[in-house]
């Protein structure tokens, strides 16, 4: 049965709410991969819980990894994290739902083990570009089999090692090609040295997360040169780390203030980090909010109005972007983004026609969007399987009535308590505030 659409909360004044953000996707399952290689037992501490790390952690057991849940510090329970054993044989078969971390981190490990993996996922995620990875294991040596045109459904049939060299591939459609060859690399016989081939390589950001995590555990990468990555062979060290907030997940919150001219702040913001989501600190004042980050919490003060900005490389942050820009009062435009349309759906097509469903002026161009100001309606916001249309739809609805998301639970696949939390921070607003626009 469809569930009906979830009425998008309106706030009437503005918000004045302090939010705590679930753990890092990007890091969860860029540290479970890492966990399943390492040299020993290893801790992820208050890890993301969602769809997308239930998928990671189902597909590393049936590699062959023990993840077990055990107390934590706080409500989210730890991971302990065993190994894949050491000349381990395997007959699998891996559901990667719509998660593009565990459709390509995923068959560099299944290469390293003796056996068949065979992978699929949601009928979306079997239009998601796979080929890259998979012609970089086959450059490797690996043999995969089936992927028609390049997309899901393949088996990966590993023999138990991997050579590893010299392997060029195209990452122009993904920096998650980049980041799960390099996730696997130091347990390939000769490492490897990846070298990018194509033009431009979008959300690099994400690359240099991977590239960071690989040190952290004693994994020696060179990156000195653009579009190279050289990993050297050897040991990845077992670990303990506390997840860091989801600082993607944390833009629809911070955008509530700009959205209706409140204050959100979130405790705990990483000082040093390598997720893109910091860059909200630097997006949001082109937006007209003043942000600060004092002792540790991020606060961000919408301003009279929502400005309209030019923005390049947004990655994962360009649909709560769109969503504010599409209640700005000047056009935006955004640029270095035509890699959303591999996205959990084709981003670009899905926000130009839910914006303009709402009364909205956005345009696809041939690398983003270009969202003039428009006074927007209600009406029913399609979400496309994506938690980020389904995030957006939120966005909107604070500051335009009558706003319905379809399929709001689509955002469990990152965050599945955001109904709730939205609600939370919205009964969160100014005392005596009011709001009116214009
Ligand atoms: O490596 C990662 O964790 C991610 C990389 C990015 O993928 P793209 O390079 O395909 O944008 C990002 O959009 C995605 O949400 C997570
Ligand atoms: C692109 C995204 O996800 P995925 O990890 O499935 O690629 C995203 O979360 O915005």
Redesign the pocket.
Known sequence: MTAAPWPAPFAATPLDATVTIPAS??LTNRYLVLAALAGGASRLRAPLQSR?SDLMIGALRALGAGIDEVPGAGSVPDLAVTPIPAGHTVDAAVDCG????VMRFVPPVAALLSGTVAFDGDPAARVRPMAPVLAALEGLGVRVEGAPDGFMPFTVHGTGTVRGGHVAVDAGG?S?FVSAILLAAARFEGGIHLEHNGTSVPSVDHIAMTVEVLRSLGVAVDDSTPNHWIVAPGPIAAFDVLLEQDL?NAGPFLAAALATRGTVRIPDWPLNTTQVGDKWRQILPQLGATVTLEDGVLTVTGGPQILGAELSDTS?LAPSVAALCALATTPSRLRGIAHLRG??TDRLAALVAEINALGGDAVETEDGLIINPAPLHGGLFHSYED??MATAGAIIGLAVPGVAVENIATTA??MPAFPQMWSDMVAQTAAGGTRGRG
Do not use: I, N, P, Y
């Open positions: 996707k990007s997308d719509l998660a593009g971390t993904s998650q993607s994962e996205h959990e938690h980020r696949k990152t």
